[in-house]
């Protein structure tokens, strides 16, 4: 079992930024690509970021894409994705999760964390 539990997220006001982390507690990290979802209240989860098991490859939504990046550290057993200029449509809870392969569709990952709630006001 891969255990995944995300923390720096908060309250910050539109166009500042927040660097989310996940710290995984499986002795087998590096093996795994990871991405990051989304979810606002009354919607679907929704894609964010991905990277592969090397970190040489990363993909985003649209929606992030330049504003957003993701990356890990195998020595720490992290991945992390620094939201930068953050909009009011920011505002969801973000889940990190650790599949086999690096994809925006949620059934590829098996692992999920608890989710930590980023609010993004005016």
């Known amino acids: 079992q891969v255990q995944l539990v995300e923390s720096g997220g908060g309250l910050v006001q539109a166009g500042s930024s927040l660097r989310l982390s996940c710290a995984a507690s499986?002795?087998?990290?590096?093996?795994?690509?990871m991405g990051w979802f989304r979810q606002a209240p009354g919607k679907e989860r929704e894609f964010v970021a991905t990277i592969d098991w090397s970190g040489s490859s990363t993909a985003y939504a649209d929606s992030v894409k330049g504003r957003f990046t993701i990356s890990r550290d195998d020595a720490k057993k992290s991945v992390y994705l620094q939201t930068n200029r953050l909009k009011l449509e920011d505002t969801a809870v973000y889940y990190c999760?650790?599949?086999?392969?690096?994809?925006?569709?949620?059934?590829?990952?098996?692992?999920w964390g608890q989710g930590i709630q980023v609010t993004v006001s005016s």
């Open positions: 999760a650790a599949g086999a392969v690096t994809s925006s569709r949620e059934y590829r990952y098996d692992y």
């Open positions: 499986t002795r087998t990290f590096s093996s795994y690509a």
